[in-house]
């Protein structure tokens, strides 16, 4: 499971049952459920100036959704075997250039854009 904050009072949590669940943590509850891949999504990230949550999924699917609800548009990729020779195994957002450092599970680190 992955949990990535979004602000002081919210936090995102991933699970292998193919769903993203957007927490409070003043109270502890679920403020709602957005729909995943189509495959389990184990990595998160979310670009708090762009109000986006990017997730990874174990099919090498990346996908960026503008905003923290279920009807928000959602753009998703599958990552070509040229560019990611394994799995997808880590990602990071780097905020500074919008870039992302992604982990293999051959042990490379791709820097894509």
């Known amino acids: 499971m992955t949990i990535t904050p979004i602000s002081q009072?919210?936090?995102?949590?991933?699970s292998l049952d193919q769903t993203i669940s957007v927490w409070s943590s003043t109270d502890g509850r679920s403020k709602?459920?957005?729909?995943?891949?189509q495959e389990p999504v184990h990595c998160v990230q979310v670009y708090e100036d762009g109000g986006q949550l990017i997730t990874g999924s174990t099919g090498n699917r990346?996908?960026?959704?503008?905003?923290?609800?279920?009807?928000?548009?959602?753009?998703t990729n599958k990552l070509k075997t040229d560019i990611v020779k394994g799995n997808l195994t880590a990602m990071k957002l780097m905020p500074m250039n919008r870039l992302l450092l992604l982990g293999e599970d051959t042990g490379k680190i791709r820097l894509i854009c």
């Open 9 to 14: 009072q919210e936090f995102v949590s991933s």
């Open 32 to 37: 709602g459920l957005l729909p995943g891949a």
């Open 62 to 75: 990346v996908a960026v959704r503008k905003g923290f609800t279920a009807d928000a548009p959602v753009v």
